[in-house]
Nanobody, 120 residues
Framework: QVELVESGGGLVQPGGSLGLSCEASERFGGAYVWAWFRQVPGKEREPVAAISSNGNADYDDSVKGRFTISMDNAVRTMYLEMSSLKFEDTAVYYC??????????????WGQGTQVTVSS
């Protein structure tokens, strides 16, 4: 069982920057995909950005050019650097990882969520 612990949420003004981190309790074997999701009350959780074990990153159109996802396998941590933040970026941000192993199986884990509030 992999545990994911997020940190770095908080309050930021529009146009500001904020960084999130997600640390895993153990290393992963096989292929995997890290991702950030976000959710606002009354809406479904939506994907924001993802990065695979081969380093390929993908972003939702709403954050392209403003958010950067990265990972550091040495410390089992994924990051989300957010800049030019907008009111509509306000949400609870969740860390997610999907781990693909033989025979094939897929295991999925979620963090507890961290609040990001963009407000003046």
């Amino acid at each position: 069982q992999v545990e994911l612990v997020e940190s770095g949420g908080g309050l930021v003004q529009p146009g500001g920057s904020l960084g999130l981190s997600c640390e895993a309790s153990e290393r992963f074997g096989g292929a995997y995909v890290w991702a950030w999701f976000r959710q606002v009350p009354g809406k479904e959780r939506e994907p924001v950005a993802a990065i695979s074990s081969n380093g390929n990153a993908d972003y939702d159109d709403s954050v392209k050019g403003r958010f950067t996802i990265s990972m550091d396998n040495a410390v089992r941590t994924m990051y989300l650097e957010m800049s030019s933040l907008k009111f509509e970026d306000t949400a609870v941000y969740y860390c997610n990882v999907k781990i693909f192993q033989k025979p094939p199986t897929m295991s999925e884990y979620w963090g507890q969520g961290t609040q990001v509030t963009v407000s003046s």
